[in-house]
């Protein structure tokens, strides 16, 4: 099992940023997936799920910026974060329950 994120970087403030994670060894449509990020000196903080039906959810701070997806041909989990505030900054983690990638770092800042 092996879930790779990308798509990270600085951006500034309102901004856009589409973050992806590619994963091997299972098939993403059958489990739910999550987001899940660390910002400096805080634990880690669910963001956002998807689950095998396709059903979505979100952490209160991020509903309506954020969009979680899936392309189950490319067995790719994605998160469109538009809107972005300097509060988002943070290494950015897909995951299958307890286990995750390695993360991709968003910046927000001027």
């Known amino acids: 099992v092996q879930l790779v994120e990308s798509g990270g970087g600085l951006v500034q403030p309102g901004g856009s940023l589409r973050l992806s994670c590619v994963a091997s060894?299972?098939?993403?449509?059958?489990?739910?997936m999550t987001w899940v990020r660390q910002a400096p000196g805080k634990g880690l903080e669910w963001v956002s799920a998807?689950?095998?039906?396709?059903?979505?959810t979100y952490v209160d701070s991020v509903k309506g910026r954020f969009t979680i997806s899936r392309d189950s041909a490319k067995n790719t989990l994605y998160l469109q974060m538009n809107s972005l505030k300097p509060e988002d900054t943070a290494l950015y983690y897909c995951?299958?329950?307890?286990?995750r990638g390695q993360g991709t770092q968003v910046t927000v800042s001027s």
């Open positions: 060894g299972f098939t993403i449509s059958s489990a739910v």
């Open positions: 998807i689950n095998s039906g396709g059903g979505t």
């Open positions: 995951a299958r329950g307890k286990f």
